[in-house]
């Protein structure tokens, strides 16, 4: 997720309105720590353990490895029609919204028990950024490169957000009294 909260920030740093470049620049920052925060989840501890699986993810269920190719084939392959269509339509535009919607609608897919709060909040509001970004291009009265800046870091938050769920998990203690 730290990958996609830089990503979705870099829309923020192009429009050109200096409070989304900051917006943009202190996500980078958060996806950079979150990068870094997350390859050291389950490494060894200086005594050679290494961190304890989190009381939480037995409780979670995992997704299945058909599921989730399929899910990424299947948005890809809208992705790119998305583009195509629209590209062929004169209406480039609306390409940055649309894929909101799509990468937002995508979440609901990964629905499972123990964690289906998180994909719905990120999921809802996914495809809420998208489609209000859809209404302020069609309204016209902010310039797409703002909508795209706003929808990007709007959306850069919601992948922090789903990205510090992760986390957060990840690094809760199996017995917070073990070895008390």
């Known amino acids: 997720m730290a990958v996609f909260t830089g990503a979705w ?9 200096l409070a989304l470049q900051i917006a943009a620049w202190v996500l980078i920052v958060a996806a950079v720590y979150f990068f870094i925060r997350s390859t050291r ?23 299945s490895d058909s599921r989730f190719v399929v899910a990424v084939i299947a948005e890809t392959v809208a992705i790119v029609a998305t583009v195509f269509i ?10 940055v ?24 909040i990120a999921g809802s ?19 797409p490169v703002v909508v795209r800046g706003l929808l990007g870091c709007s959306f850069a938050l919601i992948t922090a957000y789903y990205g510090c769920y992760f986390l957060s998990w990840r690094f809760v203690d199996a017995d917070p009294n073990e070895g008390a």
Do not use: E, W
């Open 9 to 17: 920030s870099m829309l923020g740093l192009a429009s050109g309105v």
């Open 41 to 63: 989840a389950g490494a060894p501890s200086p005594a050679g353990k290494t961190d304890p699986a989190p009381s939480n993810s037995a409780r979670l269920s995992a997704p």
């Open 86 to 95: 629209l590209l062929t339509l004169h209406l480039p535009q609306y390409v």
């Open 97 to 120: 919204p649309l894929v909101a919607v799509i990468v937002g609608a995508h979440f609901f897919i990964f629905i499972r028990p123990g964690d289906r709060t998180v994909h719905v």
């Open 125 to 143: 509001a996914g495809v809420a950024v998208g489609l209000a970004g859809i209404a302020l291009i069609a309204q016209g009265r902010l310039d």
